[in-house]
């Protein structure tokens, strides 16, 4: 062994030092956003007809919100409209302040009419396209807004200068107040629902929703320069739908999914899931015009009325474009195609393996699909059964007297059971005929717990029981690795071998596909309760939800603190 002299002891001392003063230099230019946010109820007009909606400064969609990497951001909510509201920073890890996450009943009771709340947190160790969304009932179909987190270093240079960027996200316009279309969802064994539907891209319709002939809905338009790369930030905010994006004759090259940079490829069009976000990249390389762009229906079984077919456009507008260069939709691929979402998702693939756990403490398997349960007393049922939405063939119980994790930090109990089970109760040909092993599901508010730092694998597999539809399954507090995916069963035994443990992409939302299952990798390193749901709001409804209780490390920075200001009151 070589003992270091004092001169080199000094330089190892002073290198240290400098490496410290760096890393802390990063981020001590970061900046602290102060927002204040009024939740109010206001009159817009879409789709031939006026709602009142709910929204955040009377603004649809809602306030942006641009920061950098390292940034803390302090939102003071008010509540000014009727209905309580929670609002979660989707995609964002709330490390350490898993208070600020949001979601009602899990992290949080409800924000009541006249009562204000202050979410505070950091963000750091994480860039990209993100987005903030009302988290309780179906409020979120109206109340979102981008939450942009440029990166405190520069992003991977794909050989072109980006000359500008664009926010795109899509939703759906509902006929009557969202909330008013839930209760058609619930308490009853087959969903009433007789409102009409509107795809949207920034809150606006586009040209295909003409009331009459003369009539020319409002337009946005994106102005680009010939010969320009402009990054494209994507967001499907809908409630029910998957989108597809594409601009008429242009290839779009996409760069980064959830936060997290990928492998860049070349695409007509871009699939998006409701929660997920896509960076692209468009060069304007096309004739000096004008050029629709926008979103469409991609593949989602249908419950409730037809779905809208009519694409959501916006207008690429060229410098210097003829007024009378002719517009023409693009062409969107068929949503009853499964082989193009297929094409699409292989080829997303990880920029680089980061911290891809490869031995796993829990190797889950979750089971997930639409049943039926016994309702309760106090629920205005229309009969003695109604549908819901099932993990490992549980209905789960959102708590109304306490949120879970004030229950769990606080030792409050009878609020939650621990146990949930790691494998299904009964393994059968999932995806074959109907099951009725799992027609029949049970209630419960059962959580999973992790130790500090532990690894999981998390296999979700769709069943086929009420009915077999798309779920795409978001997880909050963490990026996950989609290690594998398939049709079918999922074998224990050979299917692991099939894994993508070189590149996967990293995620926080994937949709598990109808009649099959994907395979997830994370690291339980985020302490406190962590909310995994489908993100199909009408099945969140009906309780496709579980949740993780990651427990207290043992060094520093791995103990949940207390809240940084006061929750709202559950009762």
Known sequence: MEFLTEPKQALVT??????????????????????????VTKEFTRNCGSVNITTVNGMYPGPVVNITEGDTVVVNVTNMQEYPVTIHWHGIFQ??????????????????????QIYEFIVSGQSGTFFWHAHNNWLRATMFGAFIVHPRDPPPN???????????????????????????????PIPV???????????????????????????????????????????????????????ANHTLTVVSVDGNYVKPFATDAVLIAPGQTTDVL???????????????????????????AREALAIIEYEGAPADFPLSTPPFPAPS????????????????????????DHNLVYVVGIALVDCIPSEPCTSTQKLAGTVQNFTFDEPQNSSVLEAYFYNISGVYETGFPELPPEFIDFTGRPSPEYGIGSRATLVKELEFNQTVELVLQNVNAAVMLDHPFHLHGHDFYVVGRNYGNFNQTTDPATFNLRDPPRFNTISVHSGGWVALRFRANNPGVWLLHCHFERHKTWGMEAAFITKNGTQLNETLPGPKHPLPPCI
């Open 14 to 39: 002073i290198t240290v030092l400098l490496l410290t003063l760096l890393a802390q230099a990063k981020y001590s230019i970061a900046e602290t956003h102060f927002l204040y946010w009024e939740v």
């Open 95 to 116: 490390f350490m302040t898993n208070w600020a996450d949001g979601p009602a009943h899990f992290t949080q009771c409800s924000l009541k009419t006249g009562n204000s």
């Open 158 to 188: 794909y050989g072109v200068e980006v000359a500008g960027e664009f926010s795109m996200i899509s939703g759906e316009w509902f006929d009557t107040q969202p909330n008013d279309v839930e209760m058609g969802y619930l308490y009853r």
């Open 193 to 247: 629902d007789t409102s009409k539907t509107a795809n949207t891209l920034n809150g606006l319709t586009g040209p295909l929703y003409n009331c009459t002939p003369d009539d020319v809905p409002e337009t946005q338009v994106f102005r680009v320069q010939n010969g320009s790369t402009y990054l494209l930030r994507l967001t499907n905010a809908g409630l029910n739908n998957n989108h597809w994006f594409t601009v």
């Open 282 to 308: 468009l060069t304007a390389n096309q004739t000096i015009g004008s050029y629709y762009g926008g979103v469409g229906l991609a593949q989602i079984p249908q419950v409730g009325p037809p779905l809208e």
């Open 337 to 360: 195609d499964p082989m193009v979402v297929d094409d699409y998702t292989a080829k997303v693939l990880g920029y680089t393996d980061m911290d891809l756990p490869e031995t796993m």
